[in-house]
């Protein structure tokens, strides 16, 4: 952010410079996010408890216009078990899938790897970097 000095009293003004598009579009994103409980973009983290009816996929996505502009998504994973797996991601433009490893069992077929820890989410749109959203992957809790 550039800022500005007026004359007066330690005045000052921020003025945010923002490229703007050879359509004349100026992105505008509000930030990136999970779906939540009801099904709106406004979640920025989220506990997964694994079990075998996990979704098949999780999605984040840049919530506001980003006026055809590339984006570039970057991940970070902390396991919290000794395995060096990892979820596995894919962003095309606004939106990114987190989704699981899949292995070919030979006696039962194709069956998740489901990792444990922290896998944390940035996407950079028009030179701003949005994030992260946060995902923690846990054991379920035995019902009482």
Same mark, same amino acid.
């Given at each position: 952010m550039k800022k500005i000095k007026l004359p007066g009293l330690n005045r000052e003004i921020g003025i945010r410079m923002v490229k703007e598009s050879a359509e004349g579009c100026i992105?505008?994103? $509000?930030?990136?996010f999970l779906l939540d409980e009801n099904m709106e973009w406004r979640a920025t983290s !989220?506990? @997964?408890? +694994? !079990? $075998?009816?996990i979704p098949s =996929? +999780?999605?984040v996505r840049l919530v506001g216009n980003i006026c055809d502009e590339e984006?570039?998504?970057e %991940?970070?994973?902390?396991?919290t078990s000794s395995s060096a797996l990892s979820p596995v991601f894919s962003g095309i433009g606004? @939106?990114?899938i987190v989704g699981f490893q899949l292995h070919y069992d030979y006696w039962t077929s194709f069956y998740a =790897?489901?990792?444990?820890g922290v896998l944390r989410i940035n996407a950079t749109c028009a030179g701003? %970097?949005?994030?992260? @959203? %946060?995902i923690t992957f846990l054991i379920e809790a035995a019902p009482q």
């Amino acid at each position: 952010m550039k800022k500005i000095k007026l004359p007066g009293l330690n005045r000052e003004i921020g003025i945010r410079m923002v490229k703007e598009s050879a359509e004349g579009c100026i992105p505008a994103i $509000e930030g990136l996010f999970l779906l939540d409980e009801n099904m709106e973009w406004r979640a920025t983290s !989220k506990d @997964v408890p +694994l !079990k $075998e009816d996990i979704p098949s =996929y +999780l999605p984040v996505r840049l919530v506001g216009n980003i006026c055809d502009e590339e984006v570039t998504w970057e %991940t970070e994973w902390q396991p919290t078990s000794s395995s060096a797996l990892s979820p596995v991601f894919s962003g095309i433009g606004p @939106v990114g899938i987190v989704g699981f490893q899949l292995h070919y069992d030979y006696w039962t077929s194709f069956y998740a =790897y489901l990792p444990l820890g922290v896998l944390r989410i940035n996407a950079t749109c028009a030179g701003r %970097t949005f994030g992260p @959203v %946060t995902i923690t992957f846990l054991i379920e809790a035995a019902p009482q």
